[in-house]
């Protein structure tokens, strides 16, 4: 067994928020969410040896979100939101080739914009939309103001659910990435990972013919549906 000091580090995770509902039927709601949270790595994060044996610790991320934003359902069956946001992350946890996940020395920094909308009516039919952008990068040091690797700078996400009767639906969707940052590429000096998208398909049956079978559901999906390249 290797000899690895233990590391001890007090974290106080905490969540202030203040949400103001509008009541009427248009159902809007307005939210500020200021976080402080922490997330401990996994046990296949840290750095092992050919026996999968750890050969190293890694501290916990944690860091410092501020989100405000809005829900909004003007009718039964469409509702809207979107936020903005800003985070602040300490020791993020980096996979590095040739010597195992890594935390950063340095802080990053995440800010961007989530907007959604929906459209449901019950056992007929549904389409969701999403976007999002994002601008991650590092926040000081040897690579200040460069990307984040793996961070896809916009997303766009398209979903739609259709019905053929009252215990089964087919599904669909498409998802669109834009290029990103190649994995360990902290220094932005190689080619990007370029954009793709992603379709998929599927149906699911939730029978509800007898009470000891209602809540379960079987479901088909065919994930990548027309191109085999999407990610490399």
């Not at 106080?12 to 997330?39: C, G, H, P, Q």
């Not at 040897?142 to 019905?163: H, K, M, Q, S």
Request: charged share 25%.
């Amino acid at each position: 067994m290797p000899n690895i000091k233990s590391s001890k580090k007090d974290v106080i995770s905490s969540k202030i928020a203040y949400e103001k509902n509008k009541a009427d039927k248009s159902e809007l709601k307005t939210y500020l969410k200021v976080t402080r949270f922490y997330r401990s790595p996994f046990l296949d994060e840290y750095p092992c040896d050919m026996y999968y044996v750890p050969t190293a610790l890694l501290e916990p991320e944690c860091g410092w979100n501020a989100e405000v934003g809005f829900d909004w359902r003007p009718d039964e069956e469409l509702s809207l939101g979107g936020d903005v946001y800003g985070s602040r992350l300490e020791n993020e946890i980096f996979y590095n080739p040739g010597v195992n996940n890594v935390n950063s020395d340095d802080l990053t920094w995440r800010s961007g914009v989530d907007l959604r909308a929906a459209w449901e009516r019950e056992k007929t039919a549904g389409v969701s939309l999403g976007a999002s952008w994002v601008k991650a990068t590092f926040a000081g040091g040897d690579y200040g103001g460069n990307a984040i690797p793996l961070v896809p700078e916009f997303t766009l996400t398209v979903n739609g659910r259709v019905w053929l009767w009252d215990e089964a639906y087919v599904l669909g969707g498409y998802r669109f990435q834009s290029d990103m940052v190649t994995l360990s590429d902290y220094a932005n000096a190689g080619d990007n990972v370029g954009w793709y998208g992603l379709f998929h398909v599927g149906i699911v049956y939730r029978p509800a013919f007898a009470d000891w079978i209602r809540g379960v559901s079987f479901s088909a999906m065919v994930d990548n549906l027309l191109d085999e390249t999407y990610c490399y």
